[in-house]
């Protein structure tokens, strides 16, 4: 049980971001057909379309009811809420040209684009941007709301929402929807991040950076005139965002679970090759990757992506 929890959470390289088939990226987690959906690169251009504008109104203040500060727009890129905004905005791009060379694939139009997507690594970097966006933007949601938000200062405007709840509400849709998975493994890159943006804080203190309030701190709570109250913040904070990764994760592997419990046909579902019927997520799991391959792949739609 132990060796399986560790290989579902921890795979092989052949679930490397170098290694992965077409349905992990091209096709949505809940569709019954092969056949790359045209109502799925729909959404996925409405939701890339609608992110960009919200990348637009928060850099450019639509909407925004605040009065405006000095160095208002040059200080925008130093809060980490617009990192993770610019993170859902590339990953939602990214995914809709994937599907979109998917879906010109499937139809076989424009041939040179499957030798194009066997040897992009547009994958790999969809795939991490889409972990790092999604796990950030429930961080963003919870601690702004929890630490940040002081009714005295900040007010409940367009923009706040759009860049401090609805950024979670599409990640949150997404995650339900796409067919990729999400991996344990890859929470190195989502703790790097804050890591960096911890360095990033400090050495934009100790260069004199002031936030748009014209205060020595980007956030009350990571004050480094306080160095020790701050480091604990940072460490806590990194500690944090493993705990979203992880529960990113069980997202993932109860989405999977559902997948495999009403969608997959009824002697998959029953039992693999001893009968027994699904017992645990683990099992789910794996019995939802055998049957991808069964059901939507064939050798000439695998993709390797070294």
Known sequence: ???????????????????????????????????????YLMYRLIVAILLLAVLACSALDIGRSEPMLEHHYAKWWIYLTHW?????????????????????????????????????RLHAVYWVVYTIATVYSFIVTIVYWTFVYDPEIHRVDAVNLMVHVLNSVIMLIDLTIVGHPIRLNHAYWTTGIGVLYALFSV????????????????????????????????????????????????????????????CLPEPIRNGSRNGEKISCITRSLSTMEESQREQFLNPSTVIDLK
């Open 1 to 39: 049980m132990v060796t399986k929890i560790w290989r579902s959470c921890f795979p092989s390289a052949e679930n490397s971001p170098h290694h992965v088939e077409r349905h992990h990226f091209y096709l949505c987690q809940w569709q019954t057909n092969t056949q790359v959906g045209i109502c």
């Open 84 to 120: 993770a905004l610019i993170a859902c905005a590339l990953q939602a791009w990214l995914a809709a040209i994937i599907v979109t060379k998917g879906l010109m694939i499937d139809r076989n139009e424009f041939e040179w684009n499957i030798h194009v997507a066997r040897e992009s």
């Open 203 to 262: 050495i934009y203190y100790l260069a004199g950076g002031t936030d748009r309030h014209n205060e020595s701190s980007i956030y009350k709570m990571l004050d480094w005139q306080k160095p020790g109250k701050s480091i604990v913040v940072c460490v806590l904070g990194v500690f944090f965002v493993f705990v979203i990764h992880f529960l990113c994760y069980c997202m993932y592997c109860l989405r999977v679970w559902l997948y495999a419990r009403f």
